[in-house]
């Protein structure tokens, strides 16, 4: 499909991309502010569910990459959940607070948005679609970080989408370099 572009269609599908790819990390930007600025969780119950129900419009254009279709899955994966949840991501207390390396987590009432974050504290076992809830504490220098299924699942199609974009680009330097 791209050798029977004009090279103004090619040139206007390229500034797309370009503006697809500024208009997801503008929502991530806004996600993470929303996080972080809210002072109540009806804020961040909308803006997160509807981040998430955005990116795969924005990043529509990229379709065609598997990284992008596996990241898509990811944010499937997440929005369902939190959608299940009344807008939040359910966590369980002794994962919060292995995360914040403070046992003030523990004291998080069930069912309360922990400021801060995407997530609503659970008891153990509570919530809806539990298996694919924020469970796994990744180490970091303070404290850490929560990740769900679906998180690692958007992760990997973002390394793959990268990996493809460095094999496309080496393709292109190739065929580049045979054609001079």
């Known amino acids: 499909m791209q050798g029977s572009l ?33 002072d109540t969780d009806l804020t961040v119950r909308i803006l997160v569910p509807l981040t998430i129900a955005c990116a795969p419009i ?24 939190i959608l299940a949840n009344g807008g939040l991501m359910p966590v369980e207390r002794p994962v919060l ?15 309360a948005w ?3 974050t995407k997530n609503v504290v659970v008891e153990e076992g509570e919530g809806n679609l539990t298996a694919l809830r924020d469970q796994i ?11 769900s299924p679906g998180d690692i699942v958007v992760l990997s199609g973002l390394l793959l989408l990268v990996t493809e974009e460095v094999w496309r680009g ?5 065929r580049r370099g045979k054609s001079k």
């Open 6 to 38: 004009t090279k103004k269609q090619a040139v206007d599908r390229e500034l797309l991309k370009g503006c697809s790819a500024v208009a997801a990390l503008l929502l991530l930007v806004v996600q993470f502010a929303a996080i972080r600025l809210a």
């Open 58 to 81: 924005v990043l529509w254009i990229y379709r065609d990459r598997l990284g992008v279709v596996v990241m898509f899955v990811g944010l499937a994966t997440n929005l369902s959940v």
């Open 97 to 111: 607070a292995r995360a914040i390396n403070s046992d003030y987590a523990l004291n998080y009432e069930a069912g």
């Open 114 to 116: 922990a400021p801060q």
């Open 137 to 147: 504490v990744i180490k970091l220098i303070r404290g850490g970080v929560i990740a």
């Open 170 to 174: 080496k393709k292109r330097e190739k």
